[in-house]
């Protein structure tokens, strides 16, 4: 039997473990112990379910089992999309003690924990991220929705699932490039909360790059610890707290929405959003260039994009940021660096600076 | 100045108070100490916003105002109308921090405050009911929602509002039937719980219908706080004592469905539904055919229809009941009756005899 690794994110009565380790989506043991009704709908994409679904159902075992099989695809985050699961839904007869399964990346992550979330006010759910970037990141913390075309996740809840199971053997399967926008956020922990993390990075990279097991078990432990500590003191995202876990993420928001949804990956954007962030923390003296080069190095040897995208003018970016759920009474709010490991909001944000910043760095070949 | 009643709804963190009152949704200062940003969004309806938006835009007095004005009907409650306030809260770039304001009945009501629970994963909301319904019963308490062509308030979330201002002023324009609805909810509240607030009802419906100041005021604030103390005990319906709120829902909502949304009103489906739990009730033995017979009078003295309607088989009935959220794990629960003012959720429904007891009521003329 494989080692499963076990995390809490203390959330009081809305606490939960994230179980981590090869193998384990199909120990029905977890899912069935935090599923308290008979009914079970399995929602995948038909990308992943080829590859897990047929696994994850024999594990569990259970009379009522349903499965909503999603195309595959950002673009398919939408309202629409989640009106299709609320019809399948309520034809199957589903009650309120039903637990959905997200069974995918991100993108099923969201939309299944928002359909729970809706779902006559509220069911269970279950996460069973199956990339690198739900595992580390948007399986944890409660985070749930879909897009607008006017903004990535406009539309959403805080919904806590009852467990997180993260199989490591599904990188196995994941394209090259995905596994690097999963380490982007990877490396975002590092910069927000834990310098040694960063300094383990640098050194361990490669091996991350070859899915040595030791070593992406502990990348993967590290950073849902990081996210369950900073989800668990801030659980609405109201004290600030929470929103360092966006470092990036405002630059990479423009660039996703700017590009059109689905032409850079989110980890992408955001690798490319923390060095824009880190280079207008170098610009206000916060951090020294060398810092700066260092994060765009690292992220470069993850296989990263680190430049600006030259289709995105200064004065667009700033419209797309504009739109940000960080602005706070009209005001554009920052996650910027004071060093590598630390990272801060700030609302006093010099627009002109910035405008100069983002024109520079896209000139820069 | 006119004299503001004022119940609290005690839920820790999540506390509010209701303000009842006439003429005060004028008052700025209310909607102004309970909204923390500076965008303010009044969401209204065709036939309301004529009447009352003048007097409340009025009173605030407030830099960034906009108004959404829906058309009327409980057929826009609806996805499509939720989509349609989310573009039109991000095309006026509103962020996080904007305060939407519900001016209007329960429709309004649920769909102002499931738009306030999702956009941008939750923002602040008021409820300003102008219906006897809402402002006994809709617009306390957090449900908020949307309709499925196949259920009721099948799509919604638990927000609570910031505040509940209840403009007693409002009922003056309000068609006879919705008021005569309305005192549907306020009988539940005496049949639920409470006696001698029963007792009191069938000396004054009358006075009731008049809009008598003194008796509506005091209707209004003795549901609320019937309402206020159950929700407090069980604010997302977990233990089973806010079910409670619910009598006559189950068979209302079949009704409500069975004959397309909007024939019959709300408040006249839960009346009928009311007769039909009590005549149940009897049935089981629990209740004797006075009780039932006083129950039917007092709902008819308040000009409510107490007949089952004969369009709809016991078959059908049962099948739309199926559906139900308050169906556990398979199992019909019902709210039934013990005495008049003790209300309790079971789940040991015998579908034989509730078939038989629906098919001779359809069969009373």
Redesign the interface.
């Known amino acids: 039997m494989t080692e499963v690794q076990t995390l809490t994110v203390n959330l009081g009565s809305r606490s939960y473990p994230i179980y981590i380790g090869e193998g384990i989506l199909g120990q029905g043991k977890l899912i069935k112990s935090h599923s308290p009704?008979?009914q079970l709908v399995v929602i995948s994409n038909e990308v992943v379910a080829p590859l897990y679904l047929e696994s994850l159902l024999k594990g569990i075992n259970q009379a009522e089992i349903e499965t909503i099989i999603l195309p595959d695809g950002e673009q398919y985050k939408s309202?629409a999309t989640?009106?299709n699961i609320?019809?399948q839904l309520?034809?199957a007869?589903c009650?309120?003690?039903v637990t959905l399964i997200a069974l995918g990346g991100g993108v099923i992550g969201d939309i299944t924990g928002f359909a729970a979330?809706?779902?006559?006010?509220?069911v269970n759910f279950i996460q069973v991220p199956t990339t690198l970037l739900a595992q580390v990141d948007s399986s944890v913390g409660g985070?749930t929705?879909v897009n607008?075309p006017?903004?990535k996740?406009?539309?959403?809840?805080?919904h806590q699932p009852n467990c997180v199971i993260a199989d490591t053997g599904t990188l196995k399967t994941l394209p090259p490039r995905e596994l690097s926008a999963g380490l982007a956020e990877v490396v975002k922990y590092g910069l927000i909360t834990d310098q040694p993390f960063f300094l383990w990075l640098e050194k361990n990279m490669p091996r991350l790059l070859k899915l040595e097991p030791d070593s992406i078990t502990y990348a993967i432990e590290q950073s849902c610890r990081c996210k369950a500590q900073v989800v668990a003191a801030d659980e609405?995202?109201q004290s600030g707290q929470r929103a360092l876990l966006n470092l990036g993420h405002t630059f990479g928001h423009a660039i996703e929405t700017g590009l059109g949804y689905g032409k850079w990956l989110h980890g992408e954007a955001v690798a490319c959003g923390m060095v824009m962030a880190a280079e207008f923390s170098a610009r206000l003296g916060w951090i020294g260039a060398a810092q700066v080069k260092k994060v765009s190095a690292l992220l470069a040897s993850a296989r990263l994009p680190v430049k600006v995208p030259k289709e995105l003018s200064a004065d667009r970016f700033l419209e797309l940021m504009?739109?940000d759920?960080?602005?706070?009474?009209?005001k554009l709010r920052l996650v910027l660096l004071k060093d590598i490991g630390k990272a801060i909001l700030t609302d006093d944000v010099d627009l002109t600076l910035l405008h100069s910043t983002i024109t520079e760095l896209a000139q820069t070949d």
């Open positions: 009704g008979r309202i989640l009106e609320f019809d309520l034809s007869h009650s309120r003690d979330a809706c779902y006559q006010r509220g985070k929705g607008h006017l903004g996740n406009m539309i959403g809840a805080f609405l995202e504009a739109l759920k960080k602005v706070k009474d009209g």
